[in-house]
């Protein structure tokens, strides 16, 4: 079992940065991929960014060059820095311990006009 807690969320305006914290508890944090999604109000939730147990990282197309995800294995949290943020990227952000499935509980982000 893994325990995810996501913070950092919050109103924002345009072209503000937000980042958001999610910290691990339960299982070998080190050993698994991690990877954080969104969900628009009224769209499917979709996949941001991962970060894999070496640190290679993934971003949709939609992101890069604004997010940038980043772990650190010793205080077993993984982070989504995100600058330039435009109203779209409004959602409720969740973190997912890939390795089993795991998902945080979200944190709501809001990007006013």
């Known amino acids: 079992q893994v325990q995810l807690v996501e913070s950092g969320g919050g109103l924002v305006q345009a072209g503000g940065s937000l980042r958001l914290s999610c910290a691990a508890s339960?299982?070998?944090?080190?050993?698994?991929?991690m990877g954080w999604y969104r969900q628009a109000p009224g769209k499917e939730r979709e996949l941001v960014a991962t970060?894999?147990?070496?640190?290679?990282?993934k971003y949709a197309d939609s992101v890069k060059g604004r997010f940038t995800i980043s772990r650190d294995n010793a205080k077993n949290t993984v982070y989504l820095q995100m600058n330039s943020l435009e109203p779209e990227d409004t959602g409720v952000y969740y973190c997912?311990?890939?390795?089993?499935?795991?998902w945080g509980q979200g944190t709501q982000v809001t990007v006013s006009s």
């Open positions: 339960g299982r070998t944090f080190s050993s698994s991929a």
């Open positions: 997912v311990y890939l390795r089993g499935n795991y």
């Open positions: 970060i894999g147990s070496g640190g290679s990282m």
